[in-house]
């Protein structure tokens, strides 16, 4: 098997997890969307790691799973500061800077 | 005609046979995950693709951080994002009607597009090298090279990223305390409210729930003095949730009935 097939996986899942954000109405589910998109970076990281022999792939991966796990904790609490003044997680709902 | 071959390396047998299998089941599970309508399920598959993608990490000699996305994706975040959808409500349902028109073909259409875009990109680089692999890199263990790199080369980005997560824990902190517009109130407010708004005769209390002979339980309503329950008596989160019962067979028979 070919080494870059893992990119190729990554680059679906990439995608695959931008049609949901752009898609998909629940803010818990944009929030899980974005997750599998870093995901996949974070599978490339890897990827590229190893076919170039060093670690810095992983260091950089190791990182980014850093900064998404603040990313989730502070965008959840977002979500529930919005759901309890508006009763609703859904992203079409909080607009009222359109107005 | 497509030229997806960047040939970066043969990978061993086994290998090959895990990511032939467990690689079409991560992109399906994506897939369901945009796809499906409850957010439960969404998330239970997603939890599934990390496991997915944890065991590709150490497929591709990443140990730690595969043990890592396992620890920190599926233990934690997950267990957040669970957490978090039984607090705001499992039952508020994506609603699936399209609130801006063609969203959804235009959305597909630019991430096919996208998608199809990186393959091609991916497929067509050159490296201009063959895979290398890390069983160099990797000599002494996997943990004690990536910790080499950590707090030598990386050590002050280890040191912002710390930073940035006392930073996320204090905003969440702050996000999630709410505080009271007004000032709780106090037993002394509250008896005064009680005789100066309402009926003086339930300043004392709203009715107790009927105790008879057969049945002493809150679902079922006392009596008044001519013998019709008391609809006070009763919870009206019970009444509404219809598990109030007749007192009727509880009561005695009136006596003219009797003889």
Known sequence: MNAANYLYVSALLFSIGAIGVVVRRNAIVVFMCIELMLNASNLAFVTFARINGNLDGQVVAFFTMVVAACEVVVGLAIIVTIYRSRRSASVDDASLLKR | ?259
């Not at chain 2, 399209?98 to 875009?117: D, H, M, V, Y």
């Open chain 2, 1 to 259: 005609m497509l030229n997806l071959a960047l040939q970066v390396g043969k990978t061993s047998t086994p290998e090959s046979v895990l990511f032939w299998i467990l690689g079409p089941a991560c992109v399906l599970a994506a897939l369901a995950m945009v796809m499906v309508k409850k957010a439960v399920h969404s998330a239970i598959l997603l939890a599934s693709i990390m496991i997915t993608l944890a065991i590709f990490y150490i497929a591709q000699d990443a140990l730690f951080l595969g043990i890592v996305q396992v620890v920190v994706y599926t233990g934690a975040v997950m267990m957040l994002f669970l957490f978090i959808l039984m607090l705001v409500g499992v039952d508020t349902s994506d609603s699936l009607t399209e609130t801006i028109p063609f969203l959804r073909p235009i959305a597909i259409l630019s991430s096919l597009g996208f998608g199809g875009l990186l393959i091609t990109l991916i497929g067509r680089a050159t490296l201009g090298h063959p895979m290398v692999g890390l069983s160099e890199a990797n000599a002494d263990g996997n943990v004690p090279a990536l910790s080499q790199l950590l707090f030598s080369k990386y050590v002050w980005a280890f040191e912002v990223v710390s930073a940035l997560l006392i930073t996320a824990a204090l905003g969440a902190m702050v996000l999630a305390h709410n505080h009271r517009v007004s000032a709780r109130p106090t037993q002394r407010d509250l008896s005064i409210a009680r005789f100066r708004t309402g009926s003086l005769a339930t300043a004392a209390g709203l009715p107790n729930p009927g105790v008879y002979a057969l049945h002493n339980a809150v679902d079922v309503p006392a009596l008044l003095p001519d013998g019709t329950p008391a609809a006070a008596s009763i919870s009206a989160m019970l009444e509404a949730r219809g598990d109030v019962i007749e007192s009727l067979p509880f009561q005695l028979p009136a006596k003219g009935e009797d003889e």
